[in-house]
């Protein structure tokens, strides 16, 4: 069930974005009389699974999803038509009209993705508001258990003060991607300020690991089950330790400390039980196990039991603009660093670039609209942004050679703009090809 659940979020996103991003292509060619010949989600490769002609467009569902497309009369794309394009221009065709139009229909798929990203971003601020932890409430740190993390300089306590001279004032889940990117880290550790320094290859380093959240709050030590052959039945499922042997044990990382340093014997501890503290013996393991599963506690138990304060700031739909359009702006920022640093081999980034299942493994498991529009609108910058990539075969591509028209006074060549045409989508299905390789080494050999 799992698997379907994250398979109808993965296609409902990809051919959400597909559509409305050729859609940007098909309206402003319609309005300037181009002629549409064909609309299709997903390639129809020799044969197509759906299809329906209205006037002179026809409207498709094809059988391979690596994407979809509109085919415009008269326009040098991926079809390849070189027999159309050996006959004499006829007006209602893409390369008869004026330079600034056809730059308005190359321009109009990218346009939607960004447009689409803060109308999204705009409709999550009001519809859920903004849920965070104040960073000054992090009284005792952050979880850090991620071995690339260890191996640069966190320690689980720390409190980021700020990342690259950025002062950090919520804790989200914006803070991990700001921290794997940033040069310095500033910390706070037993009262005292350190810097640390990020390794450029930092994004390499992780992938040497297992995967996992760099930063996490530090979360109590929940009793979730006991296992049939544990010795400690005089724990109850929901029980919240809170001290062994003496030893205060707030956080579930202090509790496994101790435990380690406890072996092979029993010892007392301090459980939290219908909100009253009572004492209880239990036998600690040869590895410093108790036999019974971590259990978790919600955002609001947290908050009761005075763990964490958590922040909500609700808007009207008018104040709800300006917080979308922020997010938004910085989404577009974070993935433009991102890419800088793919393109940047001493980074080690572009060993981590993925095909389809790592755009698939980050949707979840259990449906939630929340998580499918934030993930949605991500993913119609990264698509908006990597189209604009002056890759011939690309938007971006077909704005390059239109800018250059538009410049110079002087066309390129038909030859020519197939030549590139060519050239761009044989670049492009190399990027295809490494990307997806990526995938399947990381899913041999388990990173």
Same mark, same amino acid.
Not at 231 to 236: G, I, P, R, W
Not at 343 to 365: E, R
């Given at each position: 069930m799992e698997i379907f659940i994250k398979l109808s979020q993965f296609l409902l996103s990809l051919s959400l974005l597909i559509i409305l991003h050729e859609l940007g292509h098909f309206i402003p060619a319609k309005l300037f009389k181009t002629r549409v010949e064909k609309f299709y989600l997903f390639f129809d490769v020799k044969y197509s699974l759906l299809k329906k002609k209205f006037g002179e467009t026809e409207y498709g569902i094809g059988w391979l999803p690596l994407?979809?497309?509109?085919?415009?009369?008269?326009?040098?794309? %991926?079809?390849?038509?070189? %027999?159309?394009?050996?006959? !004499?221009?006829?007006?209602? %065709?893409?390369?008869?009209? !004026?330079?600034?139009?056809?730059l308005i229909i190359m321009l109009g798929g990218v346009t939607v993705n960004f447009i689409l990203a803060f109308i999204i971003y705009i409709g999550m601020a009001f519809a859920y508001g903004d849920i965070y932890i104040a960073n000054a409430d992090l009284k005792d740190g952050l979880l850090i258990e991620n071995k690339a993390m260890e191996n640069v300089g966190f320690k689980t306590g720390d409190k980021i003060i700020s990342v690259d001279n950025q002062k950090i004032v919520k804790f989200d889940n914006d803070i991990n991607m700001k921290v *794997?990117?940033?040069?310095? *880290?500033?910390?706070?550790?037993?009262?005292?300020?350190?810097?640390?320094?990020?390794? +450029?290859?930092?994004?390499d380093q992780l992938s040497k690991f297992e995967k996992g959240q760099l930063l996490g709050i530090r979360m109590p030590f929940v009793v979730g089950s006991i296992a049939e052959e544990?010795?400690?039945?005089?724990?109850?499922?929901?029980?919240i330790v809170i001290a062994l042997n003496g030893q205060p044990a707030k956080y579930f990382d202090q509790a496994k400390t101790i435990l380690e340093n406890n072996k092979n014997k029993t010892i007392a501890a301090t459980v939290l039980r219908d909100q009253k503290e009572i004492q209880v013996p239990v036998q600690v393991s040869n590895d410093g196990k108790l036999g019974i599963g971590v259990g978790g506690l919600g955002m609001e138990s947290l908050e009761?039991?005075?763990?964490?304060?958590?922040?909500?700031? %609700?808007?009207?739909?008018?104040?709800? +603009?300006? *917080?979308? +359009?922020?997010?938004?702006?910085?989404?577009?920022?974070?993935?433009?660093?991102?890419?800088?640093?793919?393109?940047?081999?001493?980074?080690?980034?572009?060993?981590?670039?993925?095909?389809?299942?790592?755009?698939?493994?980050?949707? !979840?498991?259990?449906?939630s609209w929340e998580t499918f529009w934030r993930i949605t609108a991500l993913l119609s910058i990264m698509l908006g942004v990597m189209n604009l990539l002056p890759i011939p075969a690309l938007d971006g591509g077909h704005v390059m050679f239109l800018l250059y028209e538009i410049i110079s006074g002087r066309k390129p060549s038909d030859k020519f703009l197939e030549n590139a045409q060519l050239v761009g989508f044989v670049l492009l299905i190399t990027l295809l090809l490494f990307a997806n390789g990526n995938d399947i080494y990381k899913a041999i050999v388990g990173r």
């Open positions: 994407g979809g497309y509109v085919k415009i009369s008269g326009m040098i794309d %991926e079809s390849m038509d070189k %027999e159309q394009m050996a006959l !004499p221009p006829q007006p209602w %065709e893409f390369r008869s009209k !004026p330079a600034y139009q056809r *794997v990117m940033a040069k310095e *880290v500033l910390i706070q550790r037993n009262g005292a300020e350190k810097t640390i320094k990020m390794p +450029i290859d930092f994004v544990s010795k400690n039945t005089a724990l109850q499922v929901k029980d009761k039991l005075g763990y964490y304060k958590i922040s909500k700031q %609700e808007f009207s739909f008018l104040e709800a +603009i300006p *917080v979308g +359009i922020t997010k938004g702006k910085d989404q577009l920022v974070g993935y433009g660093k991102q890419l800088k640093m793919i393109f940047s081999p001493s980074t080690g980034a572009y060993k981590q670039v993925g095909g389809f299942k790592a755009i698939f493994d980050i949707f !979840p498991d259990t449906w």
